[in-house]
């Protein structure tokens, strides 16, 4: 499956024929949301009482983020392209001690089954089961960075200096340090269940949804917080012949006894917005923006990963026979290592409802 897509994502499928445009509803899927709970577009669908949808989405995603002091070392160590030692942390650990360092170095796929089922009074009760395979292949870090530089060459400051295709995390601050020479693994991540309910005179087009995340993945790894999260957002859409509109905020409490990776999660706040526009009888184009505050804020205020984080995304759906769809997505995030944002994703889904 891995090899057979590029990277995948998937969308809500169109639920009633109208001359307006139909949802599109596209998940928002990363490796470390499995660190904080956000809002999904995919949450704000409307069924009718006794309707259910269905998608299965296959993601590829690539993470790079850090801190000056491992480049600098490995650079005046001779080590290019070489694999980080224990050795050169114990150093930094031990010249730099009220520093913030860290080093982020991911890649790989997460497949999310999504289904979702009209309730009566209009509400719809949505699941979102992820699994995610970290580390293992396949090796796209040279894509991730052409693509990068196509925007700006600086935003893949230290890539060149450390070998391609690892996985590694490592986080030191606040006399706390979580080092994963090898962050490889796989499994079941923090699966969410939400609720979507319509507000107000334009209950059609305005809803409220609540989530919670269980720990469903393995505490202390990219796979899950080991917390009870639960969110509250608030989605909008407007939608004329052939462009339709959607806006969305929310606000994310993480249970304290939970964490990412360790270290204590900051309770987060999520503003989104997105356009399609149909192009023809069959095909949609979307373009989204989202803006998240760090899941570490607190831990490292005064460093680039306890920033917010705003990603673009471009996509495009195509519409099948029998209410069927596809749809491909590629994003990136705007502001270079900021927040716990990947860096470079690429969507590609296929959905149903029924």
């Keep these: 499956m891995r090899r057979a897509l590029l990277g995948l994502t ?12 139909l949802e599109r509803l596209t998940p928002v899927t990363d490796f470390l949301d499995l660190g904080s709970i956000r809002p999904d577009p995919i949450e704000s669908i409307r069924l009718e009482q006794g309707r259910w949808s269905w998608s299965i989405t296959q993601s590829y995603m690539n993470q790079w983020s850090l801190t000056w002091h491992p480049h600098r070392v490995h650079i005046d160590r001779g ?29 790989g796929w ?11 009074h209009g509400m719809t009760l949505t699941a979102e089961i992820p699994y995610v395979d970290v580390g293992g292949g396949p090796n796209w870090d040279s894509i991730a960075e052409d693509f990068h530089a ?3 060459e600086n935003r893949t400051f230290g890539r060149d200096t450390f070998p391609k295709g690892q996985s590694v995390f490592y986080l030191r601050a606040n006399g706390r340090t979580t080092s994963v020479p090898d962050a490889s693994t796989s499994g079941i991540g923090d699966a969410t269940l ?32 080991g917390g009870w999260d639960a969110s509250l957002s608030w989605y909008r859409k407007w939608r004329g012949e052939r462009r ?3 806006a969305g905020a929310g606000f994310s409490y993480l249970d304290s006894s939970g964490s990412m990776m360790g270290f204590e999660r900051s309770n987060t706040y999520h503003l989104l917005g997105e356009v ?3 192009v023809t009888k069959n095909v949609d184009v979307r373009l989204g923006v989202r803006a998240d505050s760090a899941t570490l804020a607190d831990e490292l205020s005064d460093s680039d990963l306890g920033d917010p984080a705003f990603f673009w995304r471009l996509g495009m759906t195509y519409d099948l026979p029998r209410g ?6 590629i994003g990136e995030e705007l502001v270079p290592q900021t927040g716990t944002e990947a860096d470079w994703s690429v969507h590609f889904g296929f959905s149903a409802a029924r």
Excluded: C, H
């Excluded at 069927?324 to 997505?329: G, K």
């Design 276 to 278: 399609t526009q149909r």
């Design 10 to 21: 998937l969308a809500s499928l169109p639920l009633i024929a109208t001359a307006a445009p």
């Design 244 to 246: 339709s509109y959607l």
């Design 194 to 225: 939400s609720l979507s309910m319509p507000i107000g005179n334009v209950a059609k087009e305005q809803s409220l949804v609540f989530a919670i995340q269980p720990p469903t993945g393995d505490e202390e790894t990219v796979l899950g917080s």
């Design 150 to 152: 196509t925007v700006d």
């Design 324 to 329: 069927n769809s596809l749809y491909f997505d």
């Design 79 to 107: 080590l290019d392209r070489q694999p980080i030692s224990a050795d050169e942390w114990r150093y930094i650990e031990e010249a730099f001690p009220e520093d913030d360092v860290y080093m982020i170095d991911l890649e």
């Design 110 to 120: 997460r497949t999310d089954l999504t289904l979702s089922y009209g309730l009566p």
